[in-house]
């Protein structure tokens, strides 16, 4: 198992930023180098929606509802992912999680609540 940690999650007012970590502290760097990893985000009463991935050879993908708006972006050295999140909406509140797979193994994180104010 290769445990990941999430964290920067808070109350951001609509238009403000936050950026997200989400760390695997276990990962060797030639594990952590290899690993495709992505943000989801669940909304109550909603369905849990792919939010953004970069995969190993860091090719990105993006949710419609966030392009132009979020970046995520992968640091080796220090075992961490980033989303970037730049004009936040009340309709992007919710719990955000990590997900990483390697070698057909996948890991979620705990979640990190993000929350918009109008």
């Known amino acids: 198992q290769l445990p990941v940690v999430e964290s920067g999650g808070g109350l951001v007012q609509a238009g403000g930023s936050l950026r997200l970590s989400c760390k695997a502290p276990?990962?060797?760097?030639?594990?952590?180098?290899?690993?495709?990893m992505a943000w989801y985000r669940q909304a109550p009463g909603k369905d849990r929606e792919l939010v953004a991935l970069?995969?190993?050879?860091?090719?990105?993908n993006y949710a419609d509802s966030v392009k132009g708006r979020f970046t995520i972006s992968k640091d080796n050295v220090k075992r961490t992912a980033f989303l970037q999140m730049n004009g936040l909406k009340p309709e992007d509140t919710g719990v955000y999680y990590c997900?990483?797979?390697?070698?057909?193994?996948?890991?979620w994180g705990q979640g990190t609540q993000v929350t918009v104010s109008s």
């Open positions: 997900k990483t797979v390697f070698q057909g193994q996948t890991n």
């Open positions: 970069i995969t190993s050879d860091r090719n990105t």
């Open positions: 276990r990962a060797i760097l030639s594990t952590f180098v290899s690993m495709d």
